[in-house]
C-alpha cells in the first residue's frame, strides 16, 4: 500500500493500464516532498509501506535521473526535481505573467503576497512573495492547503458544484483534524465551521477574508483574478499579515482597495497574453534514448518504467499547455503505448486531467519534490556540489559573492568544503576579503583569463595559490564564483590550469544548470 498522493479520503484501485512503478515512484516523490525533502530507506520504507528493494531500486533511479541524491542512508532531494514542477508552472503561465505585480504590491505594502490556485478541495501556492523580517509567512510555492482555513478557498468554492461539495464534506469527514495538509498546523475538530457560509458570501462580495484561521496570529484579504472570456477565477491573490501589523478589519480598510487595483491591472495582462498565445518552448530531447542506456547500464537497479514515465510531465511546458497522446510521444521520443499509459497512470493519480483528446497538468504536479526546494539559496544548493570537488581533488574549495557597497569590492564566503590535509586553506562562511586581492574576486568582477577563469598567485598570503570560475545566473550575469585552493608547493600554476580546471568548470556548470532551475519561479537568495 502506498502513501495517497492527495487528500482524498478513499484511494481509487488504479486502472489495469496504470504503470504501477510509476505509481510508486511517486509515493516515494510525495513522501520525501512531506518529510521536508530528506528521508532514510527505512522511513521511506514506513511512509509509502513498499518493500526495501523497492525502495531502493526507486531511489537508484530517482538517483541516476538526478532527482534525488544519496547522503550516508538518507536521501535526498535535488534541485533538477523542480523541473516537474517548473513544467506545470511553465504551462500554466500564470506565475510569468502575473508575479511582477504580486512583488510589486509585496513591496509596496511591506507584507507578504501569494498567487494560489485550486487544487480539488484544497487550494495551492504558485507564487510567494515574502517579507524577510523575524515575524514571517512560512508558506511555500507548491503547499498545499485545505480550502476551508483559507480566504482563497472561500472564492474557490462559491464556483463549486454539488458534487465538488459532497467530495469537501466526506473529505472532512474522513480527516477531521487535517492530517493530510501537512502545511498547516492540526485542526480542532471542535471548531466551529461557517465555511459554506463563507463561499456564499464571498459570491456577492467578491472578496474573502481570513481571520486567523490557519493559526492564532495569521490573517490575509484575497481577491480573484479572473480568466478573460469565462470569467471564472485563474488564480486567487492574497495579502498576508499577522495580528500584530494588521487585524483582519485593517486589512479589509487599508489594504483591500490596493490589492484590487493590482488584480484590475493582472486581469489586464491575462487579456493581452490571451491575443498574444506563448511560443512553444523545445520540448525534451534524447529522453528515451538515456532511458534505454541507463537500463544497459544499471540493470534491474534502474527502473526503466519509472524513469519513462516522469519524463512525460517535462513534455509540458511554455507554449505546451495541453497536449495529445501524439504529441507528447513527439516530444519525449516514447512509444505511444508507454505515454499512454503513464496518462493514464497520472490521470488516476490527479497529476493529469484529459479534456477529449487533449492532457494537461494538474497543480498536484507541484507536490512532487517543490515546496522544500522552492525556498533554497544558492549557498545551499552548492554544498553538495563543493563537497564532491574537496573529495575528487583533496584541495578545498569554496563559493564566494560580491558583498553591495560603494566602498572597494569584497567578496563574501557563502559556502565552503574542506579538504582533509593537515596543510589547508582554513576560511569560514562569512569570510570577507578584498575582491582585487582573491581568484574568486576577479572572476565576479569579470576579470578572467581567456579560459574563462582567475587566478590568485600568493597574493592574499604567502603559499596560497587559487584559481576561480564564475557562476551567473539566467540572465548570463555572474552572481557568485567557485574556486580550488592550494598550497604553491603542491601544484604549481600549470598544474592548476590543467588538473584542476576542468573538474572546477564542471562543478560551476552543475552549480549553475541547479540555480537555472531553482530560479525559474522563485527567488533564489545567494546565502
Given at each position: 500500500m502506498t502513501a495517497p498522493l492527495s487528500s482524498s479520503p478513499v484511494a481509487e484501485e488504479p486502472p489495469a493500464e496504470a504503470v504501477t512503478p510509476l505509481i510508486r515512484g511517486v509515493a516515494v516523490l510525495a513522501a520525501l516532498t512531506e518529510a521536508g525533502g530528506t528521508l532514510s530507506a527505512s522511513a521511506l520504507e514506513r511512509r509509502t509501506g513498499?518493500?526495501?528493494?523497492t525502495v531502493d531500486r526507486i531511489t537508484a533511479t530517482l538517483s541516476r535521473m538526478g532527482y534525488v541524491r544519496p547522503d550516508g542512508r538518507d536521501s535526498v532531494l535535488t534541485p533538477r526535481v523542480m523541473e516537474l514542477g517548473n513544467a506545470y508552472l511553465a504551462a500554466l503561465r500564470l506565475p510569468a505573467l502575473l508575479d511582477g505585480?504580486?512583488?510589486?504590491?509585496?513591496?509596496?505594502?511591506?507584507?507578504?503576497?501569494?498567487?494560489?490556485?485550486?487544487?480539488?478541495?484544497?487550494?495551492?501556492?504558485?507564487?510567494?512573495?515574502?517579507?524577510?523580517?523575524?515575524m514571517s509567512v512560512s508558506f511555500r510555492i507548491g503547499d498545499l492547503l485545505p480550502a476551508e482555513r483559507t480566504a482563497p478557498?472561500?472564492?474557490?468554492?462559491?464556483?463549486?458544484?454539488?458534487?465538488?461539495?459532497?467530495?469537501?464534506?466526506?473529505?472532512?469527514?474522513?480527516?477531521p483534524t487535517d492530517a493530510g495538509f501537512p502545511a498547516v498546523p492540526p485542526r480542532n475538530p471542535a471548531a466551529a465551521d461557517d465555511f459554506e457560509a463563507r463561499a456564499e458570501e464571498t459570491r456577492h462580495s467578491g472578496w474573502a477574508l481570513d481571520d486567523q484561521l490557519v493559526e492564532p496570529g495569521l490573517v490575509a484579504v484575497s481577491v480573484p483574478v479572473r480568466e478573460p472570456g469565462t470569467g471564472r477565477i485563474a488564480c486567487v491573490a492574497s495579502v498576508v499579515s499577522h495580528t500584530s501589523r494588521h487585524t483582519a478589519?485593517?486589512?479589509?480598510e487599508t489594504?483591500?482597495?490596493?490589492?484590487?487595483t493590482a488584480v484590475t491591472a493582472m486581469e489586464a495582462e491575462l487579456r493581452e497574453a490571451g491575443a498574444r498565445p506563448a511560443e512553444p518552448g523545445p520540448p525534451p530531447a534524447g529522453l528515451a534514448v538515456w532511458t534505454t542506456a541507463s537500463k544497459h547500464e544499471l540493470g534491474r537497479d534502474f527502473v526503466e518504467s519509472l524513469a519513462r514515465g516522469l519524463?512525460?510531465?517535462?513534455?509540458?511546458?511554455?507554449?505546451?499547455?495541453?497536449?495529445?497522446?501524439?504529441?507528447?510521444?513527439?516530444?519525449?521520443?516514447?512509444?505511444?503505448?508507454?505515454a499512454r499509459r503513464a496518462l493514464i497512470t497520472y490521470e488516476h493519480l490527479g497529476l493529469v486531467t484529459a479534456d477529449g483528446r487533449e492532457f494537461a497538468l494538474t497543480p498536484r504536479v507541484l507536490s512532487l519534490g517543490y515546496p522544500p526546494l522552492s525556498r533554497t539559496t544558492l549557498s545551499r544548493l552548492a554544498a553538495p556540489r563543493l563537497r564532491a570537488l574537496a573529495d575528487r581533488l583533496d584541495e578545498p574549495t569554496a563559493l564566494?559573492?560580491?558583498?553591495?557597497?560603494?566602498?572597494?569590492?569584497?567578496?563574501?564566503?557563502?559556502?565552503?568544503?574542506?579538504?582533509?590535509?593537515?596543510?589547508?586553506?582554513?576560511?569560514?562562511?562569512?569570510?570577507?576579503?578584498?575582491?582585487?586581492?582573491?581568484?574568486?574576486?576577479?572572476?565576479?568582477?569579470?576579470?578572467?583569463e581567456p579560459g574563462g577563469y582567475a587566478l590568485a598567485d600568493e597574493?592574499?598570503?604567502?603559499?596560497?595559490?587559487?584559481?576561480?570560475?564564475?557562476?551567473?545566473?539566467?540572465?548570463?550575469?555572474?552572481?557568485?564564483?567557485?574556486?580550488?585552493?592550494?598550497?604553491?608547493?603542491?601544484?604549481?600554476?600549470?598544474?592548476?590550469?590543467?588538473?584542476?580546471?576542468?573538474?572546477?568548470?564542471?562543478?560551476?556548470?552543475?552549480?549553475?544548470?541547479?540555480?537555472?532551475?531553482?530560479?525559474?519561479?522563485?527567488?533564489?537568495?545567494?546565502?
Open positions: 513498499l518493500a526495501r528493494s505585480h504580486a512583488d510589486a504590491v509585496a513591496d509596496e505594502l511591506d507584507e507578504s503576497v501569494s498567487l494560489a490556485v485550486a487544487d480539488r478541495d484544497g487550494i495551492r501556492f504558485i507564487h510567494q512573495a515574502t517579507r524577510r523580517r523575524a478557498g472561500a472564492l474557490f468554492a462559491a464556483e463549486w458544484t454539488e458534487r465538488e461539495w459532497a467530495a469537501w464534506r466526506a473529505r472532512r469527514a474522513a480527516d478589519a485593517d486589512l479589509r489594504l483591500l482597495p490596493r490589492l484590487r519524463t512525460v510531465l517535462t513534455a509540458f511546458g511554455e507554449g505546451r499547455s495541453a497536449l495529445t497522446l501524439t504529441d507528447v510521444a513527439k516530444a519525449t521520443g516514447l512509444a505511444r503505448a508507454t564566494a559573492v560580491l558583498v553591495p557597497g560603494t566602498g572597494p569590492a569584497e567578496i563574501q564566503y557563502v559556502a565552503v568544503a574542506a579538504a582533509r590535509r593537515v596543510l589547508t586553506v582554513d576560511i569560514t562562511v562569512g569570510t570577507r576579503l578584498p575582491a582585487s586581492r582573491t581568484a574568486l574576486g576577479r572572476a565576479l568582477l569579470g576579470l578572467a597574493e592574499l598570503e604567502s603559499g596560497l595559490r587559487s584559481i576561480a570560475v564564475p557562476v551567473r545566473d539566467r540572465a548570463g550575469r555572474p552572481v557568485a564564483a567557485v574556486n580550488v585552493a592550494t598550497h604553491a608547493a603542491r601544484r604549481t600554476l600549470a598544474d592548476c590550469v590543467s588538473e584542476v580546471l576542468p573538474a572546477l568548470h564542471a562543478t560551476a556548470a552543475q552549480v549553475q544548470d541547479d540555480l537555472h532551475i531553482a530560479s525559474r519561479f522563485t527567488r533564489v537568495p545567494l546565502s
